[in-house]
């Protein structure tokens, strides 16, 4: 997953003289993810990074999972058309991801090639993870976290405790205890986290007294485990730009993750560690940091530092 050569979306900048139209090879792609073995889902093509504005392509294993802004030109399948795929995806993506599920009627289409299983085993850094291509908006797993993931494999032991806050479908969860870590996955969504046994199963992990699947709205469950006395070694905190909760009607991150950072803030032991992510583009690192930093302070944690 980390490489000491340049990535080959630098190579694609010399690329740019034929305006980016496929002719075979000439579209490099991601060839050394491609010729990974221990890798098999990431991201092919970045839109407008790529130069290809409002078009994603995604690979899981055999399949391609495309998102359109319809408003902007198609993009290759490089990879289909040179022999690695079996089908693709597509699904036309509003730019703004927010309103995606205001209309329930839009839902990925096969495009082209075979249809996919219900689940589809992929692989990242050696650890098996299961998608779906075919019935939601979320394939299951973010792929922009890989790096993130990579890390909990690699610094996570059976000593380490894990909240995963937000947690979907498990995918910090099952990298953290493919390490060995225990886990608890914490979601307000019982469909999702219903993954994260057969994930963990997957790997050749026991769903057992270790690893823990709350169903429930994490702001109030941060509380109800700060109460217990619960302490974590890592608590994830990965919330969506976003969302409709039972304490918060309607929450959102640029309003109220200076509240979730208070509320997870106790939950860490001395000496761990809080991770906060968020996917808001409208969101600068800068003003993140001092929302997190806010919640620091309102949670007294004072000798609180930014790791990285």
């Known amino acids: 997953a980390e490489l000491a050569e340049l990535p080959d979306d ?13 002719v075979k090879g000439s579209f490099l792609g991601r060839t050394a993810l491609r010729d990974n073995p221990l890798t098999n889902a990431y991201r092919e093509i970045n ?19 495309v998102q359109h802004d319809p408003k902007e030109y198609r993009g290759p399948l490089p990879s289909f058309h040179d022999g690695y795929t079996k089908g693709v995806y597509y699904l036309a993506a509003a730019p703004d991801r927010g309103l995606m599920g205001v209309d329930s009627t839009v839902r990925p289409k096969l495009l082209e090639g075979q249809p996919a299983p219900e689940n589809v085993t992929v692989v990242e850094n050696g650890v098996t993870y299961y998608v779906s291509l075919d019935k939601d908006l979320s394939t299951g797993i973010f792929l922009d976290q890989r790096p993130q993931r990579a890390w909990l ?21 099952v990298a953290a205890a493919s390490a060995g870590a225990s886990t608890v996955s ?39 485990l700060a109460k217990r006395g619960e302490k974590f070694d890592i608590v994830i905190l990965d919330p969506p730009s976003s969302s409709v909760g039972k304490k918060k009607k309607r929450w959102s991150i640029k309003n109220d993750m200076d509240e979730l950072v208070a509320l997870a803030a106790p939950l860490v032991k001395n000496g761990g560690l ?21 919640g620091l302070d309102m949670a007294g944690l004072e000798n609180a530092k930014l790791e990285r």
């Open 153 to 173: 494999t690699r610094n996570c032991h059976d000593k380490t405790h894990v909240l995963n806050c937000f947690a979907h479908c498990g995918a910090f969860s």
């Open 47 to 65: 839109g407008a990074s790529d130069g290809f504005p409002g078009w994603t392509v995604d690979r899981y294993a055999d399949w391609l999972f």
């Open 274 to 294: 809080l991770w906060t992510t968020t996917n808001s583009a409208r969101l600068s690192p800068i003003k993140f940091a001092r929302l997190c930093k806010r």
């Open 10 to 22: 630098i190579a694609i900048m010399a690329e740019r003289l034929n305006n980016h139209k496929f």
């Open 186 to 224: 914490l979601d307000l969504n019982k469909k999702w986290l219903d993954r994260v046994k057969p994930q963990l199963e997957a790997n050749g992990i026991a769903f057992d007294e270790r690893h823990d699947c709350i169903y429930g709205d994490c702001f109030e469950w941060l509380e109800k």
